[in-house]
């Protein structure tokens, strides 16, 4: 059964930093491309970040890109979001899933990790 | 915003048929990038429910189906059933903002 857990929310000032985790298990980690998804409180879902099996290629959303760094450890079967410079409007629920790179679908998703931006 | 349009919200009663659209462009949807379906209930993982414009991955029953013509997709639901309220989601490819893209979402209520 395919797990994904993530972990590393919280509450965190504008400007500041936070390292989200995703733990997968039930499936071969270092063949499947993964990403990131978040919702904002009210909103619908947003593509945040892509990476491929080995780490790469990775893709970012325009609302991420020079601001969140997606990568993974396949011996750990985790992957990770670093994102700094949070904004209020980051603030959301951060969804992995593994992802096929072929059609771009979202197979598996994990329950999610709140991230609050607030001062 | 979203580059993927779907109605706020769609009823139903139960045993009913209801449909979601899906309205895209010439750069994701009308572009041949495949649609997928996704249902989010509170407190449960979200799921994916169609996959390639409309396959079904296992263990989804066959009550629902996808369709894909020209920039727009439909989700539908045939036999409505009470646990089939929630919020389903359309996903794409847009290849002028070279990224994955969501719906709008719309919410499901059966009456």
């Known amino acids: 059964e395919v797990q994904l857990l993530e972990s590393g929310g919280g509450l965190v000032q504008p400007g500041g930093s936070l390292r989200l985790s995703c733990a997968a298990s039930?499936?071969?980690?270092?063949?499947?491309?993964m990403s990131w998804v978040r919702q904002a409180p009210g909103k619908g879902l947003e593509w945040v970040s892509s990476t491929g099996g080995r780490g790469t290629p990775s893709y970012y959303a325009e609302s991420a890109r020079g601001r969140f760094t997606i990568s993974r450890d396949n011996s750990k079967k985790t992957l990770y979001l670093q994102m700094n410079y949070l904004r209020d409007e980051d603030t959301a629920v951060y969804y992995c899933?593994?992802?096929?790179?072929?059609?771009?679908?979202?197979?598996?998703w994990g329950q999610g990790t709140l991230v609050t931006v607030s001062s | 915003q979203s580059v993927l349009t779907q109605p706020p919200s769609v009823s139903g009663a139960p045993g009913q048929r209801v449909t979601i659209s899906c309205t895209g462009s010439n750069s994701n949807i009308g572009a041949a990038y495949a649609v997928h379906w996704y249902q989010l209930l509170p407190g449960v993982v979200p799921k994916l429910l169609i996959y390639g414009n409309t396959n079904r991955p296992s263990g989804v029953p066959g009550r629902f189906s996808g369709s894909r013509s020209a920039t727009s997709a439909s989700l539908a639901i045939t036999g409505l059933q009470a646990e089939d309220e929630a919020d389903y989601y359309c996903q794409s490819y847009d290849i002028s903002l070279s990224g994955y893209v969501f719906g709008t979402g719309t919410k499901v209520t059966v009456l």
């Open positions: 899933a593994n992802h096929n790179w072929d059609d771009g679908r979202f197979d598996f």
């Open positions: 039930g499936f071969t980690f270092s063949t499947y491309a």
